[in-house]
């Protein structure tokens, strides 16, 4: 994964914005204000730190050497990624969307409804969606 496709990956969810509260080489991806993805984009080897599911965070910590707990952060809510290929990048983006989703339920409900996140939206309305076929 480049640090493009990083960016786009975390830019990509709704109602996301980079910001660089720290200094102007860290990006810091939020929704709702709150932050749910951390990376120096043009750092080498480039890495993101994702919030994730404690006991996930162990297992996944346990299958790939490049995933660790949280540099600088709450090792038990939060994994630094090293994106040196040896994580996938399916995976990789599935951890992003997760960090992300971790983050947004957190939120009040009326910012769940502006981000028209899936977690609020009525089962109905799911149905009334065309299917891709």
């Not at 980079?18 to 102007?24: G, Q, R, S």
């Not at 991806?29 to 080498?44: H, I």
């Not at 952060?73 to 990624?81: G, I, M, P």
Request: charged share 30%; with cysteine.
């Amino acid at each position: 994964m480049t640090p493009d496709d990083l960016k786009a990956a975390c830019l990509d969810l709704n109602g996301t914005a980079e910001t660089f509260p720290f200094n102007a080489d860290t990006s810091v991806f939020k929704v709702g204000g709150r932050m749910f993805a951390l990376s120096a984009l043009d750092a080498v080897p480039l890495s993101v730190s994702l919030k994730c599911d404690p006991d996930l965070a162990l297992r996944l910590r346990a299958r790939y050497p490049a995933i660790t707990g949280g540099w600088h952060l709450n090792k038990r809510h939060w994994n630094t990624v090293r994106l040196d290929g040896s994580v996938p990048d399916r995976l990789v983006r599935e951890m992003i969307e997760d960090s992300y989703d971790l983050v947004v339920a957190s939120l009040p409900r009326a910012e769940h409804l502006r981000l028209d996140w899936p977690g609020e939206r009525a089962p109905e309305a799911d149905e009334r969606a065309p299917k891709a076929h």
